[in-house]
């Protein structure tokens, strides 16, 4: 049986025009060439970055071209990428090698029995080294749970992530009947930046959605959602708290 076609001259079916099809196809080329030119650019950026800080270091008779130089002659033209990053990580496994060390350990004590005679040079040393402790060396210690908070008012709602219950004086002198909450409210659309803030439990609402749902909805700008398929709908919970209904 064939399709009803539409003779009315007065209303001809409308046909998708030339330079449409060519936008739409552009837009589709965008979505697909966007995501990973800009992976590939930051990691090209990024390690170009450390070679640029790491090759000056290396004397000139090991810098890549005066190797390629020595073997394929005086005209030699070579830029090679990420060596910088290889001697940065022979480096810096040799260091924590040593640094594990009796004597690497006994050095690290005199250095830093050093610095704590700089007055500036201990404060930003040590902040250096707060920060360094925390995100490489304590991984174990990381955002538990996505939240909703109330930020900046009352009344407007913002994504937090709980990091841990506020300890130490923080706790003790904050005027509140319940435990604290250390809540991370990042910034869009560079989640990196945002304020610590201090929430009494019962005014922290817990998500069910993931940290990386959460961030990605944070820089997204609220464009995407953990549920794909119906985005008013709430993620999908599997596992125990979903045999538990």
């Keep these: 049986m064939s399709a009803p076609q539409n003779d009315d001259p007065l209303h001809p079916p409308r046909r998708r025009g030339f330079f449409a099809g060519l936008r739409a196809s552009f837009i589709t080329g965008i979505v697909v060439i966007a995501p990973v030119g800009l992976t590939v650019w930051l990691i ?15 004397p000139g008779a090991y810098q890549p071209e005066r190797l390629f130089q020595r073997i394929f002659g005086p005209e030699t033209q070579v830029n090679i990428r990420g060596l910088g990053v290889i ?4 480096f810096t496994v040799l260091v924590g090698w040593i640094a594990k060390g009796v004597i690497g350990r006994a050095l690290i004590r005199w250095a830093e029995h ?9 404060s930003i040393y040590s902040g250096v080294k707060q920060i360094a402790e925390t995100v490489f060396a304590q991984s174990e210690r990381s ?3 996505a939240c909703l908070v109330e930020y900046p008012r009352k009344g407007i709602w913002a994504i937090g992530f709980i990091s841990t219950e506020a300890k130490g004086e923080v706790s003790h002198k904050a005027q509140t009947g319940s435990d604290l909450l250390s809540v991370f409210v990042p910034t869009t659309p560079n ?5 610590l803030l201090f929430f009494p439990r019962e005014d922290v609402i817990e998500l069910d959605m993931s940290i990386e749902d959460a961030a990605k909805l944070v820089i997204s ?5 953990p549920n794909p398929k119906d985005p008013a ?13």
Excluded: C, H, N, Q
């Excluded at 970055?49 to 790491?54: E, K, L, Y």
């Design 44 to 58: 090209w950026t990024v390690i170009g970055w450390v070679d640029s800080f790491v090759l000056p270091f290396v």
């Design 87 to 90: 001697f940065f990580l022979l």
């Design 114 to 122: 050093l610095v704590d005679r700089m007055p500036v040079v201990r």
């Design 143 to 145: 955002f538990e749970k």
């Design 191 to 195: 989640p990196t930046s945002g304020f």
């Design 221 to 225: 700008a609220g464009l995407v959602y």
């Design 233 to 245: 709908a709430p993620p999908v919970v599997v596992g125990p708290a979903r045999a538990a209904e």
